[in-house]
């Protein structure tokens, strides 16, 4: 793959995830919230959304790491390097450990518990760090 094409795909990766991650996260999960009288029906689509974003955020980072390694391959950890791993620990953490959690305290009716607000919280800052991050990625110039 030529360095052009590479660099191409590599944006076109990077703005599905991140324009996704901020689509999701800070528009229409607060409309769902903000429109649906049911809230428990915003949950589940929110919820539904945000699992489908972690989909996409394990694949596109997972390949925009590939890319970099390819052609960065002179200085493997970079600051893109770095950003990019983090930001898939953050999902997969909030995909694999905290949204099940948050499920199941869903499924047994403690939406209203203290163990709810908590993991939802962090999930929360999770989400945005790795949104921060996403947009560090898509400001940065690129060699």
């Known amino acids: 793959m030529t360095p052009t094409r590479l660099l191409a795909g590599e944006r076109i990766l990077l703005t599905l995830w991140v324009g996704g991650l901020w689509t999701m996260g800070y528009?229409?999960?607060?409309?769902?919230?903000?429109?649906?009288?049911?809230?428990?029906?915003?949950?589940?689509?929110?919820?539904?959304?945000?699992?489908?974003?972690?989909?996409?955020?394990?694949?596109?980072?997972?390949?925009?790491?590939?890319?970099?390694q390819l052609r960065a391959s002179q200085q493997r950890i970079n600051l893109r390097a770095v950003v990019l791993v983090l930001?898939?620990?953050?999902?997969a953490i909030g995909q694999f450990v905290l949204a099940p959690e948050v499920a199941a305290l869903r499924i047994e009716g403690k939406v209203d518990s203290d163990a709810f607000a908590t993991l939802h919280g962090i999930a929360s800052v999770a989400y945005l760090v790795t949104s921060v991050l996403g947009l560090l990625l898509v400001v940065r110039e690129e060699n």
């Open 87 to 91: 930001m898939l620990i953050l999902v």
């Open 27 to 68: 528009m229409v999960a607060p409309a769902l919230f903000a429109n649906l009288d049911d809230r428990a029906l915003a949950g589940t689509l929110a919820g539904v959304m945000f699992h489908i974003i972690a989909w996409v955020g394990l694949a596109c980072g997972s390949l925009l790491l590939l890319f970099n």
